[in-house]
C-alpha cells in the first residue's frame, strides 16, 4: 500500500544508497541463480508506439529518437514511495548484469503523473539511478498517448481530507524491453531478479551491435 504522495523525497537517496550497494546486489543476483531465464511470452494487444514527450532536459523527443538502440522502459512517477524507485533500482542493477551489452540499452522511467512531474523533477529522480536513465514527461495529453501505446494502467487516488496535489497513483508496475525497431520483445513483473531479466534480454539482443 503506497502511503501519502511526496512523503518518501526525503529519504529516497538513503533508499537507493542501500539497495544499489554491493550487498543488495548480490543478494538479489544469488536469487536469480534460482530462477530459468526464458524469453517471456508476449502480452495481449500490441505493446509500444508514436509518442512526443519532454526529457528531463526540458527538450521535446519523440520515440523515433531512441530508435537503434533497445529500451528498458518503466512507467511511473516520483511521489511513488516504493514500488517506482524499485523498478528503477532493477533496471540499474539489470544493466550492471548486462556487462558488456549494457551500451545497447537506454533506461527510461515515462510519468503518468504530468501535472507534478516536470522536467527538473525527473532529471533530480532519474539522477539516483542508472547515469544513462532518461526521464521523460509531458502535458497529461502527450502522457496519455504514451499510456496507452503501452496498455498501462493509471489512476489516480484521493484520501479523505487531502489537498487536491495529495494523491497517489495505482498503476501497472511492469518493466517492458523493446527493440531498436521500437517494436516489444518482453515484460517483467515485480517478482523478476536483474539477473534473469539480463538473461532473457540477451536471448533478443543475441550480436545487434549499440548505435553509434
Known amino acids: 500500500m503506497e502511503t501519502k504522495a511526496g512523503i518518501w523525497h526525503p529519504v529516497l537517496a538513503a533508499i537507493v544508497v542501500m539497495a544499489l550497494s554491493p550487498a543488495a546486489n548480490g543478494g538479489t543476483a544469488e536469487t536469480g541463480k534460482r530462477e530459468v531465464p526464458t524469453v517471456g511470452k ?8 508514436p509518442f512526443t514527450l519532454v526529457d528531463h ?4 523527443v519523440t520515440d523515433a529518437d531512441f530508435h537503434g538502440r533497445f529500451m528498458l522502459i518503466y512507467f511511473g512517477y516520483t511521489f511513488c514511495p516504493d514500488v517506482c524507485p524499485t ?7 539489470t544493466l550492471e ?3 558488456e551489452q549494457e ?14 512531474d516536470r522536467p527538473d523533477g525527473m532529471k533530480d529522480y532519474v539522477s539516483h539511478f542508472h547515469p544513462r536513465m532518461v526521464g521523460l514527461t509531458g502535458s497529461p495529453e502527450q502522457v496519455a498517448v504514451a499510456i496507452e501505446a503501452y496498455k498501462v494502467y493509471a489512476v489516480k487516488v484521493f484520501e479523505e481530507g487531502w489537498g487536491v496535489d495529495d494523491y497517489f497513483v495505482y498503476h501497472s508496475d511492469v518493466i517492458y524491453f523493446m527493440g531498436p525497431d521500437g ?3 518482453d515484460h517483467f513483473g515485480s517478482g523478476s531478479t536483474p539477473k534473469v531479466m539480463a538473461a532473457r534480454m540477451r536471448a533478443h539482443m543475441g550480436g545487434s551491435p549499440p548505435r553509434p
Open 97 to 99: 548484469e548486462l556487462g
Open 87 to 93: 523498478a528503477a533500482i532493477m533496471m540499474t542493477h
Open 42 to 49: 508476449p502480452i495481449a494487444g500490441h505493446i509500444g508506439g
Open 183 to 185: 517494436e516489444y520483445l
Open 103 to 116: 551500451a545497447k540499452v537506454t533506461p527510461i522511467i515515462i510519468s503518468i503523473d504530468p501535472e507534478r
Open 57 to 60: 532536459n526540458g527538450d521535446t
